[in-house]
């Protein structure tokens, strides 16, 4: 696997169109439960790469709603898997993205949504319990594209978020835990769609974001720990929202995820040597659109979704990537 | 890594050539279509034929147990185990052994560690009288008044601690862990099980004094949710707190996680920056420089040594941010060199700080 100083796009969108082909392959069952996830990164990657048209339409909304579990009123990963709110939001963003929305029972996945909320403000991920602001922010992001935000009881889901606010400016998963970049997003971006960034404190947390950058030009999650692909999402979005996406050194990073690709087969691992995957696939791109990186389209770093589609549903945030590059 | 609670799956006949299973129809995934290794695959058919029936017996449990082997992050297998459990009163003590085995091999998996909260959840307290069902110990809103912990469940705690510090030795800053064992303090939330902990930590420091999640996990004790039992002299603590914290920085000055707890501590108690200035001062410096210095011992402000790597970018930064009240001109000096030459990566950064702190300077009169 040699390193390249482009991003290969051709490359990267066989790589995602082949995703689904082998159903031989013992790791295409072992991740069904994250299968409706992987088809949003998959489409979300392709229309950064501006190749929406790659997978089909109708095949994969076909594929969205044989996941629908008409007893909850929900999606599932998989067909037959059990309805979760991961799933769920993924589910909506692929409708939303295909312009499809209408083949969602608005009401009852509202009510599916809702109903996981916990007392605390916080979201469960299903009736199993596992609790985690990961999911808060699924249920806000999914509320705000069935534009039923209104719904939400917003002083309680805020003040959750609030307590989850660590000694270093950072969030993580729940009360008490230790910051993390994913986290911090979930956080950040949740807080922006509910219009109270004032939760934050946005210098302090803009700088623990900026010191994730490491010599090698990627970024970790957490202060001395190894870099990785995906947090130049994670950070780089939140950076969006707060306004200081300057502070991390784009040439660095730009080079550090291009070096991460797999120049033969396509895709993008999380660090340079490894396999690829989608999930790094989506979180490279997205972090590579977020610098400027020339022949992307934008991508809105709260709902991590093609940013025009986001403003033409009126949804667009404040927040700012740096300017696109000619070439 | 050893398989300690014994048989894995290919030391078992197929569920399809064994007779305890020919009752259940195993309900395939794709329709009409072949699977190159059906070893895999049938515990899942078989995990849907009894789903289709509501099945809840003992052969579930050994079921959604090969499932569980392989794919950890099966979420539905482990939500179906966890009903069963309850529906067939099976020993719970036993699942959480089972469960040892299965966290180790599973470090990163979720649900592996949320089954382990519901198992001890359904062992040591009553269902929540506002039956959501769902345990969230950390909720703001009282929950049904907690009985005194009892011999058998303050033992329980210690064995469960003793647990998650034999998997933290696998993986020291494993966030689910780490998020577990606090979940696990305020569940039983036993005064005795806290004042444990800052010996916890302190272990781990040694082993890795950059542990983020240890520091973290110290700040959650000292002043955070673990505040609340004893330690009511506060000036004490902040006292010790910053003397330990010091003779780490010491050790090992460039240390991210060190500093960090350090600003928390100060911030937190309302402390000044500037209390710090002569201990953060001789890490400022390189080696040459201090050669001037007077070498006295100071025991409240360890010195760095002779191996730190110097000047420390950390200690310059917050030498700035002392200097950022009423000497200006200093700070912007520091976060200059900062930006050109120490830690050029943050440019931008630093040119921010320079540009933010000129801007409140007063205009002279």
């Known amino acids: ?327 | 890594m050893p398989d300690i609670a014994g048989d894995g799956p290919e030391e078992q006949p197929l569920f399809s050539e064994r007779p305890d299973w020919t009752d259940v129809t195993p309900v395939p995934q794709y329709e009409g279509y072949n699977p190159i290794a059906p070893i895999f695959y049938t515990p899942q058919y078989y995990f849907r034929g009894i789903v289709k029936t509501n099945e809840k017996s003992e052969r579930v449990l050994e079921l959604t147990e090969a499932i569980i082997r392989l794919n950890p992050a099966h979420y539905s297998a482990w939500q179906y185990r966890y009903h069963t459990l309850l529906a067939i009163k099976a020993p719970l003590d036993a699942e959480l052994k089972l469960m040892d085995s299965l966290a180790v091999q599973f470090l990163k998996t979720y649900q592996v560690w949320h089954h382990r909260r519901l198992i001890l959840t359904a062992i040591y307290s009553p269902p929540p009288s506002n039956a959501s069902g769902l345990n969230d110990p950390t909720a703001t809103t009282s929950s049904s008044a907690k009985s005194k912990p009892s011999p058998e469940s303050q033992a329980a705690a210690r064995t469960e601690l003793a647990f998650i510090t034999r998997v933290l030795m696998v993986d020291a800053k494993n966030y689910h862990t780490w998020s577990y064992r606090q979940w696990l303090l305020a569940f039983f939330d036993d005064v005795h099980l806290w004042e444990g902990e800052l010996g916890f930590v302190e272990r781990l420091l040694e082993e890795d004094v950059r542990n983020n999640s240890a520091w973290h996990h110290r700040f959650f004790v000292v002043f955070g949710r673990g505040q609340l039992q004893g330690e009511e002299d506060r000036v004490a603590v902040l006292k010790r707190e910053l003397s330990y914290t010091k003779d780490q920085i010491a050790l090992a000055p460039n240390n991210a996680s060190a500093w960090n707890y350090l600003r928390g501590i100060l911030e937190r108690t309302g402390t000044s920056f500037s209390n710090l200035r002569s201990f953060v001062e001789p890490y400022t410096k390189t080696h040459e420089d201090r050669l001037g210095d007077e070498e006295i011992l100071d025991l409240e402000n360890p010195a760095p040594s002779a191996e730190a790597e110097l000047p420390c970018v950390a200690a310059l930064e917050f030498l700035a941010d002392i200097y950022e009240k009423d000497a200006v001109s200093k700070s912007v000096e520091i976060w200059k060199r900062l930006a050109n030459e120490l830690d050029t990566m943050r440019k931008k950064y630093w040119e921010y700080r320079i540009k933010e702190a000129l801007k409140d300077v007063p205009v002279q009169s």
């Open chain 1, 1 to 327: 696997m040699t390193s390249s100083s482009q991003l290969l796009i051709p490359l990267h969108v066989r790589y995602i169109q082949s995703l689904g082909e082998n159903k031989d392959d013992l790791t295409y069952h072992l991740t069904a439960h994250l299968r409706m996830n992987a088809v949003y990164w998959g489409l979300t990657a392709l229309c950064i790469m501006d190749h929406k048209d790659a997978l089909s339409k109708d095949e994969t909304i076909e594929y969205v709603m044989s996941c629908w579990v008409d007893e909850a009123g929900a999606f599932g990963p998989h067909p037959d898997h059990d309805p979760h709110l991961l799933p769920t939001l993924s589910a909506i963003q692929i409708l939303v993205i295909h312009d499809a929305l209408d083949r969602i029972d608005v009401p009852r996945v509202t009510k599916f949504i809702l109903s996981l909320q916990q007392p605390s403000g916080v979201f469960a991920g299903d009736q199993f319990g596992e609790i985690d602001t990961r999911f808060l922010y699924s249920a806000v992001n999914a509320l705000s594209l069935l534009d039923q935000l209104h719904q939400l009881d917003v002083e309680k889901t805020v003040s959750y978020i609030k307590q989850c606010k660590n000694f270093d400016g950072g969030f993580g998963a729940v009360i008490g835990a230790e910051s993390h970049a994913a986290q911090v997003w979930v956080c950040t971006a949740a807080l922006a769609i509910l219009d109270r960034l004032d939760v934050i404190d946005q210098d302090t947390l803009a700088w623990w974001l900026a010191e994730r950058q490491l010599p090698n030009g990627g970024l970790n999650g957490r202060p001395q720990k190894l870099e990785d692909v995906c947090y130049s999402f994670w950070v780089l979005s939140s950076l969006s929202v707060l306004r200081k996406v300057s502070w991390i050194d784009a040439d660095k990073l730009t080079s550090f995820i291009l070096s991460a690709q797999d120049t033969e087969n396509g895709g993008i691992a999380d660090r340079p040597g490894d396999l690829p995957d989608v999930f790094h696939t989506i979180f490279g791109v997205a972090g590579l659109s977020l610098l400027g990186y020339p022949g992307l389209v934008d991508i809105d770093p709260v709902y991590c979704m093609p940013a025009n589609l986001i403003e033409s549903k009126g949804l667009r945030k404040g927040w700012e990537a740096l300017p696109r590059k000619a070439s």
